[in-house]
Structures are given as structure tokens and as C-alpha cells.
T-cell receptor, first 113, second 111 residues
Framework: SAVISQKPSRDICQRGTSLTIQCQVD?????MFWYRQQPGQSLTLIAT?????????ESGFVIDKFPISRPNLTFSTLTVSNMSPEDSSIYLC??????????FGQGTRLTVV | KQEVTQIPAALSVPEGENLVLNCSFT??????LQWFRQDPGKGLTSLLL?????REQTSGRLNASLDKSSGRSTLYIAASQPGDSATYLC??????????FGKGTRLHILP
């Protein structure tokens, strides 16, 4: 199993600013995943964060808007840059330890005003 | 494009009924399939995980099945209760470890 600590749990931010979300796992994992859940929607994969290499982004998501760091095997950050109200969502990190189920952080509820 | 589709999008049933939620996926080369529950404003709660080599998993009143060849999974809820009201999400894990979610089924159990 894996326990994920995600911070902050929520924030209200001004448009044009940036927010960095942190994700800490209690065990070493090769890949960490970042998701977005827009209001009333399901989860959409933003990118895969690998330690020691650049993150891999899904279609529709770019590094300039969502830069990701992965300095070690237990930690990752996602930054939401130059925010607009359309970025208001829940952002979640996830890990999938070998041969087990996926584990998710409790999410960061972001509101951009 | 790998997709996960859930039907129905919403469902309301009287308490006590048995019900089935459906999930279909386009890529049969899956590693496993996982069903989650999400209450309003809350995070994800994992319900059942089915490995690609398995056909079903059971936990209490919940039973999930997997048919890789047809690209389908079902979540069966027996003797539904008002506390079962939530959004149920189906998620497919591929060989690349990416997890792709369906849009979910919003379930409302009527007391």
C-alpha cells in the first residue's frame, strides 16, 4: 500500500498567479501521476512524473502551464501557472505500486478568482 | 485513443434493489481495472481491483467482473442502501501504468 500526503488541501488564488502543489509518498515509487478533476467531471490525467527525467504530458496539457518536478522517488510537485478561473479544479496525485491498486492523495481544491 | 465509457451516467433506484453499473474500455491490453467511489466534495475511495488475469472480485455487497475480450466490466451492488449514493468511477490501468477514468455513474438510492 501507499500513503500520500498532498498539500495544500485547498486554496483560493488570484488570477495571473501560480500555485505549487506538493505530493509526498511514504514509499519509493517509480512513477507519480497528476490528475485534474474539473467541477462535475471525472479525473483527467495531466502528466506522468518520472524521477530523473522530464515529465510526460498528455494531450492538451503543456509544461509551461503545468511544470512538474520530481526530485526523488517519494516526492513531486505540480505548479499551475498564470492561473485563470478555468483552472479552478481539484488536482490529485497518484501512485501505482507494483502489482497493486492505485492510490490517490486527498486532492487540492483550487479556486481562482 | 484509449477510452473508458460508463453507462448509465446517472441512476436512481429505490432502496433494496440490486443494480448493475457498466464500464467499457477500448484497449484490451489492460493491466487491471479498478472501481472507485467518490462522495460529493470528497476524494476517491477504492472499492475493488480486478487484475487482468481475474474475472471477478467480491467485497461485501459489491461484485465486479471483468471481460477483457469484450472490453467490459460491471459493478454489481446488491440490496442497495441510501448510503450507497455516490459517484462510481471505473478506471483502467494500462501496461504503461497510466490510469484512465470513465466519466462516472451518479447513483442515487431512494429511501
Amino acid at each position: 500500500s501507499a500513503v500520500i500526503s498532498q498539500k495544500p488541501s485547498r486554496d483560493i488564488c488570484q488570477r495571473g498567479t501560480s500555485l505549487t502543489i506538493q505530493c509526498q509518498v511514504d514509499s519509493q515509487v517509480t512513477m507519480m501521476f497528476w490528475y485534474r478533476q474539473q467541477p462535475g467531471q471525472s479525473l483527467t490525467l495531466i502528466a506522468t512524473a518520472n524521477q530523473g527525467s522530464e515529465a510526460t504530458y498528455e494531450s492538451g496539457f503543456v509544461i509551461d502551464k503545468f511544470p512538474i518536478s520530481r526530485p526523488n522517488l517519494t516526492f513531486s510537485t505540480l505548479t499551475v501557472s498564470n492561473m485563470s478561473p478555468e483552472d479552478s479544479s481539484i488536482y490529485l496525485c497518484s501512485v501505482v505500486p507494483m502489482n497493486t491498486e492505485a492510490f490517490f492523495g486527498q486532492g487540492t481544491r483550487l479556486t481562482v478568482v | 485513443k484509449q477510452e473508458v465509457t460508463q453507462i448509465p451516467a446517472a441512476l436512481s433506484v429505490p432502496e433494496g434493489e440490486n443494480l448493475v453499473l457498466n464500464c467499457s474500455f477500448t484497449d484490451s491490453a489492460i493491466y487491471n481495472l479498478q472501481w472507485f467511489r467518490q462522495d460529493p466534495g470528497k476524494g476517491l475511495t477504492s472499492l475493488l481491483l480486478i487484475q487482468s488475469s481475474q474475472r471477478e472480485q467480491t467485497s461485501g455487497r459489491l461484485n465486479a467482473s471483468l471481460d477483457k475480450s469484450s472490453g467490459r466490466s460491471t459493478l454489481y451492488i446488491a440490496a442497495s442502501q441510501p448510503g450507497d449514493s455516490a459517484t462510481y468511477l471505473c478506471a483502467r490501468r494500462g501496461r504503461d501504468d497510466k490510469i484512465i477514468f470513465g466519466k462516472g455513474t451518479r447513483l442515487h438510492i431512494l429511501p
